[in-house]
């Protein structure tokens, strides 16, 4: 199977589905990460060109972790919007990773770039499969069942379905703690521990379900519907 | 594995969920079916007693097309109410088929049979593992997940799973059948083909997943959740 | 009364309210059918061009099946954004059909281009009675009252009202055939059969208010509210 | 055509949807109203017996203002529960009224009788056909269209249909005042002037859709929907 | 200001609100516990009475952590149901603590007994108010602020509210660890540990607001509102 | 304390917080008001500039009432877009005034300018905060608490905060008068008393706090929440 996580900068899918990925690519399946900003106003010290290539090696990284390919897009952290350049870019990347499902970030997060990028990536699922279209990578053949992300807090998501991730959870710490830059950063800006904060959220979700640590996720329930929750690991 | 599916009336069950029961049996599951009320309001012509006695047959014969167990616990149609003695004889009911996976009634049912019905089989989920509530079957080890039913129309459902039923749909017909007496009430009361009437909601939902036929569920959100759509056929 | 369906591609408008622009027709109201996008992907074998061209005949014949007026807006299929330009024209086109009642699409509907021309089209509902904003065609007088279309599958729909289209549902049907490239690419790309596929939608929704075929429909709450089912034909 | 509206209290019925009562009979409907308890503890200084001997004396002078039939339950008031019994009474009286258009409160009504009047009224509408439910009143031909009411500063409640009740607000007004011993009750226990209190209801709905006064709606979504706002008057 | 919660077994109130209860206590308010079943069911070794009676007594430690009273209701554990005695029961106990802001399960909690807890104790808020209504203790002047309490997993529970309790955080497991029997039982039924397992909620609810601990309430929408989140400590 | 209350018109905060607003002021708080538009259409008589021109003295006298500071980003009037630029200059603006809390339109509010407005305010939240985000202002050191003001009819909001206005209603109308030609525009456009208007919605809301007059409010609800009721005055 190949599984795409659609994060808009680099570390939040480690976050929200880390766990996840971790146990696609530990059962043999191609992983592939992809990243819409390149988190340049992430440093309290850095310059935004310094930040970012940083945080484009930590992205690698974290990757590196699992075996999964990386697609860096690269637009400005903060300013991700929903143009027709952007919509394509998002169907080429797409259709470069091929995926049977993907995980993308909901409606209702926190972070503009985060609700944008999501909204683009769901918005891109049927045309990624129409030939008309031409990018530089061939049309899908088939429409990918989209999994969306939980958020910080779990704040307005309702979980349908849950992984256990307990056995990975260590993995899932590795891939957090390569982007060391916004462990500093977080303490700076916010003032919290980057693995208890993360540590926080797999607990709650896995408490519901009796595990130790999990990830939660509901799938897109617009037609047409692909898959359910036996696409999960 | 276990499977449990709890209607209010002979035939409920059938139309919400007949074709996923249907597939559990075909792949050697053992599957009960449980109806609180007799049915005994459900004719033009019959009296109480002679209808309950008809449809009672009907509820076998249906359960017998896929080699399901029946419980018939025998309240009054129209007239089930959430009080402890019917709580009781449900966690009873539930415990004699101990099953991993229950069907039930969804909250937001247009029937008060149907709505009641759900509401003690939910509540019913947690005291049937309590040792200290003693009924004539013992308490069951593990808590079953919970799969909320599809109703007429969809109204106020939006599903989480679908389950592809096209190879089972004949079998669902046959179960179906079955209830040859309230094909004829259906006729006299709204005037309706009873097949057709069912058709038309295994299809719509069938069309969502690009199935001929399909059914349509939720889990039961809440603590503790014990599983997912792995649970389905 | 006069009457406007906006629709995304061609056929959405067909799909969605065919039969009860019939029946507005039938009664001898001005209906008009305004498309968004020129439909220019929708063909496995024609170019965009050629497409699109196709498409633009087929939504006139169709249009003439119920003698409704066409506005053809031409934009991109897949593409279509929400910017000043786009807004600016569709407040032109509406102020056109100058209609009493506005037939849109949802803001969860499966498809970008559904959603972001319903969102432009809700959008316009004020503006366009405004004087100081200049178009060809002048400021309408009064707020037109809106319905928002069903969609396919009826997901996350929950209809307010029922229109019986069971005595047009012929002409409904003429108008999907008028489409026929989208018959065939339907069946090439999903394998589908259209107007089997169609009747799905109005077979489930009519079975709730009692009719073999019925389209739904919720009026948008947002204040002003113009009118109520009473519009509906 | 036969309306009933179904009310808690005395005087709900008139605060929810009084003027849209007097519309209906106005126009030669015929109008029942059906009061579920007798208002037993509604006053400071009377006895049970005294209060409930008043309130229902100034029931009948509200239902005479627009020539309403009046059916009394007598229930104790803050008691009303969903038991058999109750059920059965319910059947009985809506039987007697034989509506094609019932109103009832809403599932999330502040007031506990509300709610519990409500769902008892709803789990009613199918039974009130069932010929082998034998009451006093013989079965009734068709399932009723319900309506839902609107609530106390319309808490939890988004209205899909208003009635312009601006021609009609004097009657309505003089159907509140026959009410006039919880005018006292109302000064005394919350300090508000009565005609004031329900004129903000009135006049924020009315706000919506252009009128001085409007009572707002819902339909009762459930299987099978026997029709619309064009019930309404 | 004198504050209750009401929970349906011992420990509920401490697990979903055991730190803002100590936070009005160390300000001085007065705090009553009052707690619906007796707990009876909850051993896995002892009898019925046994359990009961552990459980009192590990409540009444519980409640003087913080110098609380407590109102033991002693219904039946897993049986609590709403009925006329219990509507009237809980009005009385309401009076004797006669708070201003009482804290309530929710409606979805997962727990029968919760759920129906919430419900009774809610529908008791403006009957606790009425002279006519008479029990031990008198009506109450006014009707009293309500709060709804999270849940486990805090399942279909959205946050109004959050109370920062990291400063009491050792008081709330002061109070949760008197309840030992719970500790010995979750581990036989669940296998979890009592205060790991409290402290998984606290922790996600405080990453919210950025706490190291915090309670999460919502406050009943319903008319009257009585206050808001400046009633809690 | 700061406070910003941002408007897509001039107007808009008078009618949805003006009251608030004004006690914030009357207390010392320090108030800012930031309108989006010209307001350049909102006239049946004057030509775009003049009518721009004339709104900017009524904001202005409208501010000063309160000795509130104005911040006037001047786009066009029905044509508010969320774009890289707009962010940009919105970012800016809110440095500018740098509030504890911020009082914005909500995502379902009726008119576009408002929604969009909403939206692209509750996105800088958090970009607000970042250095490397340069702008004539330079970055907050905290993000502001987020209240979601009401709309017009209160279509879709559900009040979480009430703020009892009655002792500053009269500065309210103050407020709302200095608009003046707005006043003349409703009554030419809609046919409506300006006052007259705005007071059903704060005597509605004020209705169900027990206050003549209120304004109703929520927290936005996503990570981090950075505050609650106590921040309204």
């Known amino acids: 199977m190949r599984v795409l996580a659609i994060g808009a900068h680099p570390d939040d899918v480690e976050i929200l589905c880390g766990g996840t990925l971790a146990k696609y690519a530990a059962r043999g399946d191609q992983v592939t990460i992809m990243i819409a900003t390149n988190g340049n106003v ?15 090696k930590e992205a690698e990284a974290s990757a590196a972790c699992i075996g999964a ?60 499969t129409v030939p008309l279209i031409e990018t530089e990578y061939p049309a899908m053949a088939r429409i990918p069942h989209v999994f969306v992300m939980d958020n910080l807090g779990g704040v307005g998501f309702e979980p349908e379905h849950y992984v256990d991730i307990t056995d990975v959870y260590e993995t899932k710490c590795r891939m957090i703690r390569s982007h060391a830059s916004q462990d500093e950063w977080l303490n700076v800006q916010y003032g919290m521990d980057y693995i208890e904060f993360v540590t926080k959220m797999s607990s709650v979700r896995g408490m519901v379900i009796g595990a130790r640590h999990a990830e939660a996720f509901r799938s897109l329930p617009a037609y047409p519907v692909m898959g359910d929750a036996s696409l999960l690991p």
Chains 1, 2, 3, 4, 5, 6 share one sequence.
């Open 42 to 56: 992430g440093s309290p010290v850095l310059t935004k060109e310094q930040i970012a290539d940083v945080r484009r």
């Open 69 to 128: 390919d990386l697609i860096w897009m690269g637009y400005d952290d903060e300013f991700l919007f929903h143009d027709r350049q952007t919509r394509m870019a998002f169907i080429n990347a797409i259709r470069k990773a091929s995926p049977d499902v993907m995980f993308v970030h909901g409606s209702n997060d926190y972070h503009p770039d985060h609700r944008i990028c999501g909204e683009i990536a769901i918005d891109c699922r049927i045309p990624v």
